[in-house]
């Protein structure tokens, strides 16, 4: 069990208690977003994922198994660093490899390798994704970031940016479709994106309004990724209704 109170050395003036609110909030500790439940202070509005509060180190991860990983509360090295999973910038607390020039952020610690959905499934990409990714239509991120990608294992494989799913729930946050659900829907993200690939963007298939097998897969992918990303302890429920940029 953990605490439901407690001192974090990042700030020393009040304890951290553990609350649940179904809202989009920006760790302090690692400067990412975050939704659900959190500690915080609300005196000073300072928020910490679960992660930043009880790091552990040191770590390894499931992307480099012969690596070993340290926590700090500033980033290292030389220069702008990357995390080497969402390529998203490090500004703040982060688990760094000093012998291989690696850095995570906290959150980005508990990706693994693969997930699996039923019989299929996703897989980091070793290199660049072999394809186009099918939120950005893009197979770098850019020149200088080295973020992964997931790859499915399905008939047609799809790729997709870890760094795009983040983007997705953080266009969404903006847009405020974060909702709170009721009863037993408590956990609930509405996703509203609008996607380039038509593919995608087909939430059901044309017989009997049925949700596509691709469908129920990436709901429950999105949702991992998710939970994971933003440092949600209990898998969030995602509806997810990608809209197509060309109807
Ligand atoms: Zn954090
Ligand atoms: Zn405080
Ligand atoms: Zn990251
Ligand atoms: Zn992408």
């Not at 729930?169 to 009721?182: M, V």
């Not at 009997?208 to 691709?214: D, L, N, P, V, W």
Request: positive net charge; aromatic residues 10%.
């Amino acid at each position: 069990m953990t605490p439901t109170r407690q001192l974090h050395p990042s700030h020393p003036k009040h304890e951290l208690e553990w609350v649940n609110r179904q809202k989009s909030y920006k760790c302090d500790g690692c400067k990412e977003g975050g939704f659900g439940p959190r500690y915080r202070c609300d005196r000073c509005d300072y928020d910490l994922h679960e992660a930043c509060m009880f790091p552990k180190s040191p770590t390894t991860h499931d992307f480099f198994k012969e690596r070993s990983f340290k926590f700090f509360d500033r980033p290292q090295g030389n220069g702008e660093r990357y995390c080497d999973a969402c390529g998203r910038d490090i500004e703040g607390f982060v688990y760094h490899c000093k012998e291989a020039n690696l850095d995570f952020h906290p959150c980005c610690v508990n990706l693994t390798r693969v997930i699996k959905v039923g019989v299929t499934e996703f897989r980091i990409c070793e290199e660049e994704a072999p394809s186009k990714c099918c939120y950005c239509e893009k197979k770098n991120l850019g020149k200088d970031t080295k973020g992964r990608s997931y790859a499915s294992t399905c008939e047609n494989s799809y790729y997709l940016h870890v760094a795009c799913v983040t983007k997705m729930i953080a266009e969404n946050s903006k847009k405020d479709y974060f909702r709170s659900g009721d009863g037993d829907n408590e956990n609930c993200l509405v996703l509203k994106n609008r996607v380039p690939d038509r593919r995608l963007s087909l939430n059901r298939s044309s017989k009997g309004g049925k949700k596509s097998r691709f469908w129920k897969i990436a709901e429950i992918v999105l949702s991992t990724l998710t939970a994971i990303l933003f440092g949600n302890p209990t898998p969030v429920i995602i509806n997810v209704l990608l809209l197509a940029l060309n109807p």
